[in-house]
């Protein structure tokens, strides 16, 4: 099983404790968004030829250049429909993790926490149909080397 395998799993467990709080439904919606970014952060980063460059490589991946990259992704008529669904679930997700980590006035509901989750899971899915495919690839070098979000 992969880490963002792992951390599904433990997003689900969050959400169906016995006795949720606020800060299970929290750490579930953002574990959840860390699975994918860590999933696409690290296909990125496994084209990258050096081996022993890859884990220093993906420390300096940002969250912003993958959402500006997914942006980009989402607005491209030409992506197939799985990559389009893997950069429209990062940037929902993105958006459920600061809510759940910074809002703290909002009150998550399980059916909400549990939505967050499976927006990942689904996306990791999506993942694994479109990884291999030329628009796939071209995406994973965008993330790596992006054009500057700025211009």
Same mark, same amino acid.
């Given at each position: ?36 970014? $860590? ?23 940002? $969250? ?15 992506? @197939? ?67 500057? @979000?700025?211009?």
């Amino acid at each position: 099983m992969s880490y963002p395998e792992e951390l599904i799993d433990l997003a689900v467990d969050l959400v169906l404790q016995k006795a949720p709080t606020q800060a299970y439904f929290r750490r579930a919606v953002s574990t959840a968004y860390y699975a994918l970014f $860590h999933e696409l952060t690290q296909a990125a980063v496994n084209e990258w030829k050096i081996e022993r460059h890859r884990s220093g490589l993906v420390r300096t991946i940002e $969250h912003r250049r993958v959402k500006f990259v997914c942006d980009e992704v989402g607005k491209d008529r030409a992506s @197939p429909d799985d990559l389009k669904k893997v950069a429209e679930s990062f940037v929902q997700l993105q958006q459920d993790r600061h809510s759940a980590d910074y809002d703290l006035t909002r009150v998550w509901s399980e059916t909400e926490a549990y939505t967050c989750v499976q927006t990942a899971s689904k996306a990791l899915s999506a993942w694994a149909e479109v990884q291999e495919h030329p628009a796939a690839e071209d995406f994973l070098t965008r993330i790596l080397f992006p054009k500057d @979000p700025s211009r």
